[in-house]
């Protein structure tokens, strides 16, 4: 990332504490409500209570990030992401892999009013019996029925016929899947 992105005015705003960045970014924004890109305020507190309350509205998670902390790119100990996770149920329309690792995963739609909609990817984290008869099924299910066409789904695809149905842990808050993993399979 070019280091203009830390610089406000000409001046370098990484050895500032994260209070002072914060006052610097609240200044810049100004308080108009019409501004497409607003500040958001801090919550400092109870942050089991504030995860809770994520938690219940379905809201993706917290950021935590130490007040006093300078800025530093990379992971810290200073700044730290937790994440709300619920489970789902899904139909299995497909397969793939993972671009980066290779790893088999479930390409996975919901039904509602207007047909079986696409949901996204998850890995299979399915184990022993249970992995087998998965894999066993969609061999069974193999087909040409690709709903679904996209850019996104290159050659590798193996459709099926969406008659699996599986539970899917996913990070909440997203209108597709993210860090999901298909958990059961439900019979």
């Known amino acids: 990332m070019p280091s203009t992105f830390w610089h406000l005015d000409g001046k370098d705003l990484r050895q500032q504490t994260l209070i002072e960045r914060r006052a610097s970014l609240r200044a810049l924004l100004g308080t108009d409500d019409r ?74 739609a919901h039904h509602d009013g207007s047909g079986i909609n696409y949901a996204g990817a998850a890995f299979i984290a399915l184990r022993g019996e249970e992995r087998a008869q998965f894999i066993g099924d969609l061999e069974r299910l193999t087909s040409s ?24 842990k996913h990070l909440a808050g997203s209108k597709t899947l993210r860090h999901a993993s298909v958990r059961a399979m439900v019979t």
């Open 145 to 168: 029925w690709a709903a679904f066409k996209s850019s996104r789904h290159s050659g590798d695809v193996k459709w099926c016929h969406p008659k699996i149905v599986v539970e899917v």
């Open 35 to 108: 501004n497409r890109i607003q500040f958001s305020d801090e919550f400092d507190g109870d942050g089991a209570a504030l995860f809770k309350a994520c938690a219940e509205r379905a809201l993706e998670g917290i950021v935590s990030k130490h007040a006093l902390s300078r800025y530093r790119s990379g992971r810290s100990r200073t700044w730290l992401k937790t994440k709300c996770f619920t489970t789902s149920t899904f139909v299995v329309i497909g397969t793939d892999r993972d671009r980066k690792t290779g790893a088999l995963r479930a390409l996975l």
